[in-house]
């Protein structure tokens, strides 16, 4: 009986033993496990908002419904290049529109043509892009007020008078204006006279106004002339070219109805894909064509300067009215124009 006792307690102490150690083990793994499955969920989780920032940035590109174009007029400029778009990607990224940034490199011996390089740039765009920015390479942006959306009521003016670090007056529509294909196509683009620096902004109003397009600006901006804009333009490391030769001066004082997208003549050098600081952008080496039987001033010499030419002339501007008898435009000087208070809903 003793024996039978003894086998007992012996085979009672090797199941607990048995038994103790399965338990430890099992208690061992368990924190093992724990430890994977926090991991596996830390790893989902990640996947997840990974899933969820791309599908937020899906919905943002779907309800793009239209594209903008950024043309930027450009020429030996590339540290405000490098600014601006740097600038302009931080300030866009708040808004809800598509764009894609296009250089307008004018890569030929000309005298710098901005409105040339606007129609080119349309016309190289026009296909993919439902609206374009014309944009001038040191106006930068401050205010997030200032909408970049599709003008679809007509012209949008952001850089009205009232808000422009230094043009003032009422028909002043540079800088920075927002158009619609449909519109600059009505208009046939800008004009192609004007080599040199100024005035074809203001032609390029007369030809808005006669076409019954409505030019609308910001309204209830919260900045004003002071702080709405940075403008970067170093005036005496980069002076304007503003001289003016052959009869030039009598010309682009005139309504250009002889130029603009039906014949402008250039050729594409060259395209290429770049990144500023992450922004993405294409720059276009454009080649312009000049007709010196019609635009001589393209290129100007010494014999060729008009006399009259001061070397601080001021930008005059390409008056209201437009005289329907002689196509004369009124001239006025910045200076004469009154400022006026907040900008008006519609030009």
């Not at 043509?113 to 892009?129: M, P, Q």
């Not at 080599?195 to 209830?220: C, H, M, S």
């Amino acid at each position: 009986m003793e024996t039978v006792w003894r086998n007992f307690k012996f085979k009672y102490i090797i199941i607990c033993i048995f038994v103790t150690f399965v338990m430890s083990c099992l208690i061992s793994i368990v924190p093992i496990n724990i430890d994977e499955c926090k991991c596996e969920n830390d790893a989902a989780m990640k996947q997840y908002n990974a899933h969820k920032q791309n599908a937020k940035f899906n919905r943002r590109t779907e309800r793009s419904e239209y594209k903008l174009a950024i043309l930027v007029p450009f020429r030996d400029r590339f540290d405000e290049l490098l600014t601006f778009a740097t600038h302009m990607q931080e300030f866009l990224y708040k808004q809800d529109i598509e764009y894609h940034i296009f250089v307008l490199n004018q890569f030929d011996r000309y005298r710098f043509n901005r409105a040339s390089l606007i129609n080119v740039g349309f016309l190289e765009t026009s296909k993919d892009f439902h609206y374009m920015a014309m944009h001038d390479v040191d106006l930068l942006p401050l205010n997030d007020e200032l909408l970049y959306v599709y003008p679809n009521k007509g012209p949008y003016h952001i850089s009205s008078p009232d808000l422009h670090p230094r043009y003032h007056y009422s028909t002043f529509v540079g800088g920075i204006l927002l158009i619609k294909r449909e519109h600059f196509r009505q208009v046939n683009g800008m004009s192609n006279k004007y080599w040199g620096w100024g005035l074809e902004d203001d032609e390029f109003y007369v030809r808005l106004k006669e076409a019954g397009l409505t030019i609308t600006r910001p309204q209830n901006i919260s900045t004003g002339t002071h702080n709405t804009f940075k403008h970067i333009h170093d005036r005496n490391h980069r002076k304007r070219d503003m001289i003016k030769c052959y009869n030039q001066r009598e010309v682009t004082r005139k309504r250009d109805r002889e130029t603009g997208l039906n014949n402008i003549s250039y050729k594409i050098i060259s395209r290429i894909k770049m990144t500023i600081a992450g922004t993405p952008l294409t720059v276009l080496n454009i080649s312009l064509m000049c007709d010196k039987s019609s635009t001589p001033w393209c290129e100007c010499d010494k014999t060729s300067v008009s006399k009259d030419t001061k070397p601080k002339e001021k930008k005059k501007i390409i008056g209201n009215n437009i005289n329907n008898d002689n196509n004369n435009i009124n001239n006025n000087n910045i200076n004469n124009n009154k400022n006026r208070g907040k900008s008006d809903t519609a030009l």
